[in-house]
């Protein structure tokens, strides 16, 4: 049996842009992982230790968006890593970054990274 877990929809305020302004007055980004782990004993057991502790895969997230870069791609790839450095137990990850009314200059919703590992 393949296993995953999805958190969906997380949503934070964080200070990542390319322009000076973006650092300044900041945005709303969106993050939603899907993590394929073996958690086929929690399915028998009931107990945390045969499974992930999502909330603190969600605290991970946080910390990371708290520090400021320029690039999404840059704010993933630090997730990401630090998602596979915690976390060994995990054995594939898709990690969307997604960073709401970017700045263009025109009507868009949004603007998203996606990071694959597996």
Do not use: W
């Not at 700045?103 to 590992?117: E, R, T």
Request: net charge neutral; hydrophobic share 40%.
């Amino acid at each position: 049996m393949k296993t995953k877990i999805e958190l969906k929809d997380m949503k934070f305020y964080a200070y990542h842009g390319v322009l000076p302004q973006e650092t300044v007055v900041g945005s709303h980004f969106i993050v939603n992982l899907i993590l394929t782990v073996p958690f086929d004993k929690a399915t028998e057991s009931d107990r945390l230790e045969d499974t992930i502790n999502y909330a603190a895969i969600y605290q991970a997230v946080k910390e990371e968006m708290c520090i400021p870069s320029k690039l999404l791609e840059h704010a993933a790839g630090r997730i990401l890593k630090r998602l596979k450095k915690e976390f060994p137990q995990i054995t594939e990850t898709e990690l969307k970054l997604t960073k709401l009314n970017p700045p263009f200059g025109g009507d868009l919703h949004s603007a998203s990274v996606i990071l694959i590992d597996n």
